[in-house]
């Protein structure tokens, strides 16, 4: 039998030290869960400090409106609206071997680049086919003009000659201007009256005269009767 401890004597009752981190006697082994007293939120780094507002997202600016765009063989032309209604600035990019950007050189583009002079460009035009553009420009009067500008060979620009100008260049002989079709080596016009008139190389007929013979070329504006739009393939309207 065990001693009696004397009369007076504390009872200890033996204890158990743990590691930190390793079960209490009769607990399962693992991780030990943390209790979140009730009533607290755990704290967290993305949640702003009482009191605080977070700050406003950086604007961002307006995107380009565009009024036209025109495509040729290897260049594009667009009108971007400056706030005048159907009227806006002229901006070209791509291959400009011939002029066809309107830049007054022949150094190409990889970014859209401003044809300085106007903001009064209304239409732009061009061709898959093509290594020149055309636009109609209205300045104020009672008529939109027509300007070309690039490659020549043929006359397809209107001007009178097979000279290619590096800016636009008006068609004099074309007041107003209407429907326009440009292909790769001839021009057309649909004039609001409803006369057609097409220039440039004329080797297939594609300009509607009656006559298909190499050297018949025409370099001024020639009109024909029509009425409708007008469109233009490589080497017909």
Not at 48 to 75: C, F, K, M, R, Y
Not at 87 to 110: A, E, F, I, M, P
Not at 145 to 171: A, K, M
Request: proline residues 11%; aromatic residues 6%; hydrophobic residues 25%.
């Amino acid at each position: 039998a065990s001693p009696t401890p004397p009369s007076g004597t504390p009872t200890t009752t033996p204890t158990t030290t743990t590691t930190p981190g390793s079960p209490a006697p009769g607990q399962p082994s693992g991780p030990v869960a943390t209790t979140v007293p009730t009533g607290t939120t755990p704290p967290s780094s993305t949640t702003p400090p009482t009191g605080t507002t977070p700050p406003d997202p950086e604007p961002q600016p307006e995107p380009d409106v565009w009024l036209d765009i025109a495509g040729g063989q290897s260049h594009t032309c667009v009108i971007k609206d400056e706030g005048l209604g159907d009227r806006g600035s002229l901006w070209c990019w791509g291959d400009n071997s011939q002029g066809q950007l309107g830049l007054d050189d022949y150094d190409n583009r990889d970014e859209p680049t401003r044809v300085a002079g106007f903001d009064d460009w209304m239409s732009v035009h061009s061709s898959r086919t093509a290594n020149h553009t055309c636009a109609v420009r209205n300045d104020g009067s009672a008529s939109d003009r027509l300007y070309c500008w690039g490659g020549n060979f043929y006359g397809q620009l209107g001007t009178g000659d097979t000279e290619g100008r590096l800016v636009p260049t008006s068609v004099v002989a074309l007041t107003p201007a209407s429907s326009i079709a440009v292909a790769m080596t001839h021009t057309c016009n649909l004039h609001p009256n409803g006369t057609l008139r097409c220039w440039g190389g004329n080797e297939y007929g594609e300009l509607g005269l009656g006559d298909h013979r190499v050297g018949t070329n025409v370099l001024d504006p020639t009109g024909q009767g029509s009425e409708g739009n007008v469109v233009s393939g490589k080497w017909s309207s």
